[in-house]
């Protein structure tokens, strides 16, 4: 049985953004780029990755592709990669450089070693009300997630989570489906057509507390 990818809330990526701890997102796919700041530490090609730290740079790719965008120099009608913020990390000269090694096995945005998840095409705010306490936490989640990714988000606020049954108007919610297998849609499209406050509509789940504690 394949493992399920992780997925994380663009919030989760812009808060890795220093050069020690350095996580970008492009393509849906999120990479964490620790290691290559290590390895290339105080190296000029690292300051266009080091810009974009914690951000999406989808914009940088063909997503036919899957690599850097190219483009026909007119003065040496060679294809080159496009960089306009500049050279970066395994990407090659324009021309003959002599500090250049060729044999740099895959390019980092190739390397699925510094892949960590997915990038969630849609985050999604829900109100966790637990019954027993009254006490009431909002939380982003990635639409992409089952009840049970989401329950391991909810961990850090309540670490005895799993001692609750997890219920939305009433029905018990299958923890191995996401929020829309369980019939709570994503109303964001209509609420901002109808020009309502989302946050207003937020759903909420009702956490019912079971007999027996779990070992947090």
């Given amino acids: 049985m394949m493992e399920r990818p ?62 850097i965008l190219k483009f026909v120099d007119p003065l040496t009608c060679c294809e080159r990669y496009y960089t306009p913020r500049g050279r970066f990390v395994h990407v090659p000269p324009n021309g003959p450089c002599s500090d250049w090694d060729s044999d740099i096995g895959q390019p980092w945005w190739k390397d699925r ?66 929020l829309a297998e369980n019939g709570i849609m994503d109303d964001d499209l209509e609420l901002d057509q109808l020009r309502l406050d989302r946050d207003i509509f937020i759903p909420t789940i009702l956490l019912n507390f079971n007999d027996d504690l779990t070992e947090g």
Avoid at 38 to 65: H, N
Avoid at 113 to 142: F, P
Avoid at 159 to 171: D, E, I, L, M, N
């Fill in 113 to 178: 070693r510094y892949e960590v998840g997915l990038l969630s095409a849609k985050t999604r705010w829900i109100r966790i009300l637990n019954t027993l306490t009254s006490k009431e936490q909002l939380l982003e989640v990635c639409s992409e997630e089952t009840l049970e990714e989401i329950l391991q988000r909810f961990l850090r606020f309540n670490s005895h989570a799993r001692s609750y049954t997890w219920k939305h108007q009433g029905q018990i919610l299958d923890m191995r489906k996401t």
């Fill in 6 to 67: 992780r997925y994380f809330t663009p919030s989760e990526v812009a808060s890795h953004c220093t050069s020690v701890d350095l996580w970008v997102s492009f393509l849906g796919r999120v990479c964490d780029l620790s290691p290559l700041m290590s390895r290339y530490q105080g190296d000029v090609l690292l300051l266009p990755i080091m810009e974009c730290a914690g951000k999406d740079i989808s914009s940088w790719f063909d997503p036919k592709t899957k690599d």
